[in-house]
């Protein structure tokens, strides 16, 4: 596709289920992001990839976050044992290089 | 402690008249500054960069000017429309690309 493709768009998890969120960048991007957003604010970083190497995973809450982009194209961000406060909307973003990133719609996770 | 801060959460303008969104950040590591353009239930759209070697970028009608001594940056929108009318947020980088720090964002509406 055109632009980076996030599914599911909406997910809803019990409170201690895990969740796998998946981001399909733009093809021919280097760079993958993931993002976490709460309500009114601006997003958090969470982890960077630059092709399947996780370079800096600093922004990730906890151990509970997982990451992974192992062949440098498709990413998925794994949540175990999901609480409350994990509720957000993760947003994945990909560049060509140290340029701007492009921004998919996002996955909205609430937990309940 | 912000890294990015856009201390206006909203901005009302008139339409045809010019928009001014300000930020301001702390690390003066921090040498590439973009700004994105935020609707409801969408992932944010890059609108416009600048480097930090630069004090001014300009795209049609989205100009950002950039004050490394204040460690300030504005972005000027003219003349405004209300498609314009969105949450903007202010972010910046220290590697050129990696790692965006992302401020809490303006709501800027637009009035016909």
């Known amino acids: 596709g055109a632009g980076v493709s996030q599914s599911p768009r909406y997910k809803v998890a019990k409170r201690g289920q895990d969740v796998a969120l998946r981001c399909d960048p733009i093809s021919g991007h280097v760079s993958l992001f993931w993002y976490q957003q709460a309500l009114g604010q601006g997003p958090e970083f969470l982890t960077y990839?630059?092709?399947?190497?996780?370079?800096?995973k600093s922004g990730l809450p906890s151990d509970r976050f997982f990451a992974e982009r192992p062949e440098g194209s498709v990413s998925t961000l794994k949540i175990q044992r999901t609480q409350q406060e994990d509720s957000a909307v993760y947003l994945c973003a990909s560049s060509l290089f140290n340029t701007e990133a492009f921004f998919g719609q996002g996955t909205r996770l609430t937990v309940v | 402690d912000q890294q990015v801060k856009q201390n206006s959460p909203s901005l009302s303008v008139q339409e045809g008249r010019i928009s001014i969104l300000n930020c301001d950040y702390t690390?003066?590591?921090?040498?590439?500054f973009l700004w994105y353009k935020k609707y409801p239930a969408e992932g944010p759209t890059f609108l416009i960069s600048?480097?930090?070697?630069?004090d001014k970028n300009e795209d049609g009608r989205f100009t950002v000017f950039l004050n490394k001594s204040a460690k300030h940056l504005s972005l000027h929108i003219v003349p405004s429309q209300p498609g314009d009318s969105a949450v903007y947020f202010c972010a910046a980088s220290g590697n050129y690309g990696q790692n965006f720090v992302f401020g809490p964002g303006t709501r800027l509406s637009v009035l016909p």
């Open positions: 990839f630059q092709n399947e190497a996780q370079l800096d």
């Open positions: 600048i480097s930090s070697i630069k």
């Open positions: 690390n003066s590591m921090f040498d590439y």
